[in-house]
């Protein structure tokens, strides 16, 4: 049997109703004749989920830092100039 419907195809919106509700409605959608048409399948009330409150609030603990030099003097790559000389030189790229 031979049916006019070809290209059928599910597609779900979300709606909202005069009073701001919300829906999640299903439509079947067809092809036929040449004309898009459009059946309702399904619509489901969105529940609002629960509102996301803040943390309570936390007292703030007192941090003391202590300053201890250190005895050993920072060794650095950079303190001979070998590292830039070591560097090759490049041709520039045309």
Request: charged share 10%.
């Amino acid at each position: 049997m031979l049916t006019p419907y070809s290209r059928l195809k599910f597609i779900t919106k979300i709606l909202t109703s005069a009073t701001g509700e919300q829906f999640r409605v299903v439509f079947l959608l067809a092809l036929v004749n040449g004309e898009i048409k459009a059946q309702v399948v399904s619509a489901t009330p969105i529940t609002a989920p629960d509102p996301i409150c803040l943390p309570a609030a936390v007292a703030k603990t007192l941090v003391t830092f202590t300053y201890s030099p250190s005895s050993n003097p920072v060794v650095s790559p950079f303190d001979s100039l070998f590292f830039f000389n070591s560097q090759p030189t490049r041709a520039p790229s045309y």
